[in-house]
């Protein structure tokens, strides 16, 4: 009989919620995503440092956006309304979104493409004037229902006095060129609401990507999607950056030797079987061992069988 080894891969994911570690305003870092909102007047929101997005601790795992409130996204509107999420590293790594058209909430887009640092760092000039300019309209109480963690601002900077040190939110992302941050970057990274958003009954999406300078091609990397819904609330929904791959399968007599990585959360199971029965899911199979995880690195599991054919797989959860 053939006596061949299979590796196979299937990954699970659980869904679990968790809160923001919130920034500020008033004490923006860089690296803190900034989701801005603009109609009339713009509102620009400090949700918290990017590591909170990309370190989510499960697969697929839901992060509310809790800095701004309902009534402070009505002062802006709802329906009508265009938003994005997006922050930059000092090497001019960008984070930006890209709006899922609404025919296909359920599709990734293709991720924005990678440009080199001079290019970026142009995107990071106009991106960088967001926070002092909410700053200065924070200070200049133009409007009460503002907070240190949520600006509501003036959508027109030029000839307005109150801009000192920085420029809205409408200004920065739109400029002369009239878009894509002031035509530095490689696309749009709004997500324009319809004008019955609130009464539809469809969400907003908008996928988030990371674009590390490159001197070559190379396409962003998904990290998940915003999601705003018709209520107004706005969650995160992270995707799982690491997933278990089986490397390599070597057999010694009746041992099978399997080279896997597992990845950094979560309990990872490896399971066997030696037939492929028609309707059996690959969760179902057999259980032989719990895989070492926590980290990306290569690790050893075996398995004692008479089997000539045998067929594995890696489940997470």
């Not at 640092?117 to 409007?143: C, H, R, W």
């Not at 990872?268 to 926590?294: D, E, Q």
Request: hydrophobic share 35%.
């Amino acid at each position: 009989m053939l006596n061949k080894k299979v590796g196979l891969i299937a990954l699970l994911t659980s869904v679990a919620a968790s809160g923001v570690w919130a920034g500020a305003i008033t004490n923006y870092a860089v690296g803190d995503v900034l989701v801005c909102f603009r109609q009339a007047k713009d509102m620009v929101v400090d949700a918290g440092p990017i590591s909170t997005f990309t370190n989510a601790t499960h697969a697929y795992q839901v992060i509310p956006i809790t800095q701004y409130t309902g009534t402070q996204l009505a002062s802006v509107g709802t329906n009508s309304i265009s938003w994005s999420a997006f922050t930059w590293l000092s090497d001019n790594t960008l984070f930006v979104t890209k709006a899922r058209p609404s025919t296909s909430l359920n599709s990734q887009t293709t991720p924005w493409a990678a440009q080199g640092s001079p290019a970026q760092g142009g995107t990071v000039a106009q991106m960088d004037k967001i926070p002092p300019g909410a700053l200065d309209e924070l200070n200049a109480l133009v409007f009460a229902n503002s907070t240190p963690t949520a600006v509501v601002e003036e959508d027109n900077t030029f000839g307005n006095a109150n801009y000192t040190d920085g420029v809205s939110y409408s200004t920065a992302v739109n400029g002369a060129y009239g878009g894509n941050f002031d035509g530095t970057f490689v696309g749009n990274p709004e997500n324009t609401t319809a004008n019955n958003f609130t009464t539809k009954g469809a969400v907003a999406r908008s996928d988030f990507y990371q674009m590390t300078p490159t001197l070559g091609h190379a396409l962003g990397t998904w990290l998940g999607y915003f999601e705003f819904s018709t209520n107004g609330a706005m969650t995160f929904v992270a995707y799982p950056r690491t997933t278990p791959v089986i490397a390599s399968i070597t057999r010694s007599g009746a041992s099978n030797t399997i080279q896997y990585t597992a990845g950094i959360y979560g309990t990872y199971t490896l399971r066997g079987t030696n037939s492929l029965t028609s309707g059996t899911a690959m969760t179902n199979w057999p259980a032989i061992t719990t895989l070492t995880s926590g980290d990306n690195a290569i690790h050893t599991a075996t398995d004692t069988t008479t089997d000539n054919i045998r067929f594995y797989t890696i489940t997470a959860q």
